[in-house]
């Protein structure tokens, strides 16, 4: 029994698995929810939101989204892609995926390693993390 349970691991693994780690709309969305993990989700508007910025660093990049009260980061690889969805609002959810499924991913496609969350005080200052 233990060598069957073997063999359909083995074939589950050698089975491609397509790994995205966003969804997109085809029209405006109002808000973006972030999947933090551990079941814990946060759901900002779009209509919050003010800027983004990229930032490349080696092989890695950076991805954060200012909004009113929270700042979202990303950190993966190939996020650039993602800025024309977040322009027009169709970027509708983001969550990260391990790093040992960047190598199944689409690499035509942004890929996010890691999301967390800033909250903002009134004075813009990030005193507490997600």
């Given at each position: 029994?233990?060598?069957?349970?073997?063999?359909?691991?083995?074939?589950?693994?050698?089975?491609p698995r397509i790994v995205?780690?966003?969804?997109?709309?085809?029209?405006?969305?109002?808000?973006?929810?972030?999947?933090?993990?551990?079941?814990?989700?946060?759901?900002?508007?779009?209509?919050?939101?003010?800027?983004?910025?990229?930032?490349?660093?080696?092989?890695?990049?950076?991805?954060a989204f200012l909004?009113?009260?929270?700042?979202?980061?990303?950190?993966?690889?190939?996020?650039?892609?993602?800025?024309?969805?977040?322009?027009?609002?169709?970027?509708?959810?983001?969550?990260?995926?391990?790093?040992?499924?960047?190598?199944?991913?689409?690499?035509?496609?942004?890929?996010?390693?890691?999301?967390?969350?800033?909250?903002?005080?009134?004075?813009?200052?990030?005193?507490?993390?997600?």
């Open positions: 029994m233990t060598s069957l349970k073997e063999a359909i691991e083995q074939r589950r693994m050698a089975e995205r780690c966003y969804e997109l709309a085809d029209k405006p969305v109002a808000m973006l929810q972030v999947h933090l993990g551990h079941g814990e989700k946060l759901v900002l508007p779009w209509s919050r939101f003010h800027s983004a910025a990229h930032r490349s660093t080696g092989e890695n990049e950076e991805l909004f009113a009260k929270h700042e979202v980061v990303l950190r993966g690889v190939r996020l650039a892609l993602l800025l024309p969805k977040i322009a027009n609002f169709h970027l509708a959810c983001v969550w990260s995926e391990s790093v040992e499924f960047q190598a199944k991913a689409d690499k035509n496609e942004a890929f996010i390693g890691r999301v967390w969350v800033h909250c903002l005080d009134s004075t813009g200052s990030k005193p507490e993390s997600y």
